[in-house]
């Protein structure tokens, strides 16, 4: 198993709000099914163990439904997993009109009617979110991936932690964490779509890993149906752990 | 199923992971309008490491990109059978539904499936920082009275000869769709709003690469141009028109059944069929 920090560079607006319940406001969170789903669908199906049919050009009756939702959760893959992430740059927002022509987020115009548009939120390029990546084989992941409901383009950079320790007592976690993947005790609930995530969450099982640059200890929450890699213990003593 | 130059051959319901990357430049060949809403108002972005630019958003030239695609195949009488036209009347069955995409549900069709795009865009970003902004007041004069009342304004423009780049990518590509999304790329001659005054522009394809996975961006391509673009006259693509009778062929194959389509069957989940 490899631990690695994940930064999502923005090179173009994202949105993905809905009118109506987020306001058309962008939360300043990515989900874990934005992530593993946008890199799911730039690797083929055989390396991720996804069904193909879930990434068809034609979505209808004929492969599971129009309109049905096609994951139960944020686990896309059985080999990695990508935590949901949090913005660590300013937050701002690059306001839009947009004129969505009945996209489902927007006012439909119709013939004779004064056109009817709404400003969208989007959260502006250059701002970057960052997580965590647990992978059980070696993937070669894409340098550029596609989020938001535009699909706008962002950068996926990842560095690899060493892992020091493994935990089965409570711990706070380092990310953003989703609940149905990873069982959580407290935490402050963060609500976007698909479902809510829960921040500064309290967890119970995971493991510990650190950059080579930074002294800095970070808590990275385990999928619960995950095993917990086994760690040899060589030596441990003033600031050095050597596993 | 793929040539020598790694192209497929057919069109498939599932994605098999190709990318055909175009970068293309779109220099502004007179002042144009691009603007979200506001009349006043000029499309820029500060970016930190490229300072202030001029930005076109990807659905401005899809939009019109997209127009373009439905105007060239109606006039080759595609699709034969149904009219296809923005926004609310797509036929879920012709090239550019194929390229676009398209939802059933609120096409006036109501088809029961929907289409993934194969065409995916982004941002176009000018090569240079913003300089100027030019300003243009209209007004109308009444020749009775010589007033002009509510009719003057001020419209702000993208200055002439600003060039814009972006990528430009298309999914799992064969030679006629190739064929199609170039041709018309190449007929993109007006972008902006008032494209009956202003907005002339000139499109250029760069070049292009094709890869497993996209690798370009827009924001990186205006730092430093790839070294390693091919030409895209090297493809030797075949006739558009040929391109779209096949693709429209093509397509047929891959729509569901009952739908006009002669690919798997259209099921219906009921309660019953949950049970068994």
Redesign the interface.
Known sequence: MKVFACSIYL???LFYAREGLSAAYTPHYLHATAINFAVT????PEVTGLD??H?????????G???TPRYKNSLASDKFYFTPARLTTPLKY?P???KG??D?FVAQTKRGEVLK?EILNYL???AEFKGFLISKTDVVF???I?LGS????A?LHLEELEIVGVFEKEQTASHPVDPLITKVFRGVMVNMFPYPIVDNATIARGVVAKSQEEQMLRVIALPDEWQLPVLKMVRNGGRTIIV | MTNAMGFFNDIKVLPRGRYLQLVVKITLLDDAIIRSNEPEEVLTFTYKKLGTRFIIPWRKVKGKLRRMVMEKQRELNIPQDSKCYLKDNLCMKCPACLLFGGTGETSKTKSSYNLLSRVLGETFISQTEVKDISAYTANAVDEETLTTGQALMTIVKVPTETEFIGVVTLRDPTKELTAILVDNLNRLTRLGASTREWGKVKTEIIGYVLSDREMLSSYDIVQEMPADLNNIKDLQLPPVEDSFRKVADAIIKILPEGEGGQGKKKQKVTAEAEKE
């Open positions: 090179l173009d607006p669908a730039v690797i083929s193909p049919q990434q068809s050009y034609v979505i209808g009756e004929h492969n439904g129009r309109n690059l839009e009109w947009t022509e009945n489902g548009a502006p390029p250059e894409p340098s550029l596609r535009f699909r706008g383009k950068r």
